[in-house]
């Protein structure tokens, strides 16, 4: 096998490959993609879920405050009564003090009971909104599960496809260097081969020894000693008589 054919054979690899690889990264974004939409569903449900059980609670304070005020209301006018029918003053002035103190803490309870409402309909409002959150948030899931699914569909076909031709231009490596490059891909998939750069492994930039030069322009394929990638010579580097001799070959002259 001819230069130009091994370091064309290994380009068109390289580049399919990447294209594999950037298929299974889009591959990978859809479940992504789902799991943050289904993460701030969640987060959605839990604020109102959070709101919900802080109305719940207000409201069993409001009717436990109420429920105070009743009795405390209702020991005022027992009292009240009890002064029309006191017959000392001590004991009339003890129930003109009992009732003024429970008139106050009545005052201070009725105080308490309107702020827990006006809590309740804070809370109300806000229960609105994190419903109007949880809404979106399920539409947003289902809108990102069905553009995932349906770009799946064409992702899965097209990585069929990508996977069908690397396996026929495989067929091109020599096979005394087969066993290496599937060795590498199996490694460093995308990344398993290299242009050389200016003299160097356009991988890791390490500069490449006049042997390892030789080799590449023998029709090997070569493995960089510094990252490990297999090494081959871009279209523009190829020796025009090499090329020429491949073309004669193609051509059967």
Partial sequence: MSLAVTAQTLQTLHRMHR?????????????RQV????????????????????VKQSKMAADQKQLQLRSSEAKIID???????SKTNREYQTLRDQI????????????????ALERIDTFK????????????SKSLLVQVKTGVDQEEHTL????????????????????????????TVKS?????????????CGGCFQKLTGNTLAELTMAR????????????MPDSRLPKRVEADSINQKSGH
């Fill in 19 to 31: 294209q594999l690889a950037d298929l299974h990264e889009r591959q990978a974004v859809g479940p």
């Fill in 35 to 54: 799991l943050a939409r289904s993460a701030q569903l969640k987060a959605a449900e839990v604020a109102l879920a959070t709101i919900q059980g802080s």
């Fill in 79 to 85: 009292y009240e009564t009890k002064l029309n029918a």
């Fill in 100 to 115: 003024a103190a429970d008139k106050m803490a009545t005052s201070v309870l009725q105080d308490e009971i309107l702020e």
């Fill in 125 to 136: 409002c806000g229960v609105s909104e994190a419903e109007a959150v949880v809404t979106k």
């Fill in 156 to 183: 899965h076909s097209e990585v069929a496809r990508i996977v069908s031709a690397i396996g026929e231009v495989e067929q091109d490596l020599p096979n005394d260097s087969r066993e290496t490059y599937q060795r």
């Fill in 188 to 200: 460093k998939g995308a990344d398993a081969m290299a242009a050389v750069e200016s003299d160097s």
């Fill in 221 to 232: 394929v070569v493995v960089c000693r510094n990252c490990g990638r297999l090494l081959y």
